[in-house]
């Protein structure tokens, strides 16, 4: 099932948004959006300016939420910018209306158990009835069509990716070398991904008590910032009454 979107292509949102979400802009008070993993702002930064008006974001980064908070002041856009750890925010329970992560949080964690702890503590902020939006990699896709080279180049340089697949095809590792004006010389980092397929999501999504999981289909329009030629899901839910299986998942 598709939404219709509430985003525009100049925008340059790294990943769609619920389009359902535009039901809240008769509401005066609006819902209550975190952005989880906010990156440099520009999701929160284009909710906010278009009429959303309690809008929160939170990245472990302290460079990205100084640059989102100047960006933002620059638009005079209304987000609140919160330094802190995703895993354990310093927000109240059942804080929000509203949860995305649809950046490159989820999916590039340390272990499966991190993943699993990401998507709890998202579920302990969010209202019972409350909304999750989640993207991950097509790792079906990936694993059909696994190269482990490739190029992509840039107005000034180039981005050269080394890929492997680890040998139970559960995880994938991408070497990173870029150069630009900016540095010269290349650099080089490093990214481990999990591979989920839609059935592995939506267990745990179950699992941590979330209902009404609906998924947009894999497509390019929720590009990674860290793999943008792989398809990507984005999945909605809603958070369902807590239960003792929230204390026990992935433990």
């Not at 890929?163 to 900016?182: F, K, Q, V, W, Y």
Request: glycine share 8%.
């Amino acid at each position: 099932m598709r939404h219709p979107p509430l985003w525009r292509p100049d925008m340059r949102l790294s990943g769609p948004i619920n389009g359902d979400l535009l039901h809240y802009r008769r509401n005066e008070d609006g819902p209550r959006l975190l952005d989880l993993g906010c990156g440099d702002g520009t999701r929160a930064i284009a909710l906010a300016s278009r009429a959303f008006n309690q809008v929160t974001a939170l990245d472990a980064t302290e460079s990205l939420i100084e640059l989102a908070q100047r960006r933002a002041a620059k638009r005079r856009a209304a987000v609140t910018f919160v330094c802190g750890d995703p895993w354990a925010t310093p927000f109240m329970a059942a804080q929000f209306d509203e949860v995305m992560l649809l950046g490159d949080l989820f999916g590039h964690s340390s272990s499966l158990k991190s993943d699993v702890d990401l998507l709890r503590e998202a579920r302990r902020v969010l209202q019972v009835g409350g909304r999750l939006h989640l993207s991950f990699s097509d790792g079906d896709w990936i694993r059909r069509h696994f190269s482990s080279k490739a190029v992509e180049g840039l107005p000034t340089g180039f981005i050269y990716r080394r890929r492997s697949l680890s040998a139970d095809g559960h995880s994938m590792r991408t070497t990173i070398l870029s150069s630009g004006d900016d540095y010269g010389i290349a650099r080089q980092s490093c990214i481990s991904e999990w591979l989920y397929t839609p059935r592995d999501v939506t267990e745990v999504l179950h699992l941590l008590g979330f209902e009404a999981i609906v998924y947009d289909d894999a497509s390019q329009e929720a590009r990674s910032r860290l793999t943008p030629d792989i398809p990507r899901f984005v999945v909605h839910c809603r958070a369902g009454r807590p239960s003792a299986v929230l204390r026990t998942v992935g433990q």
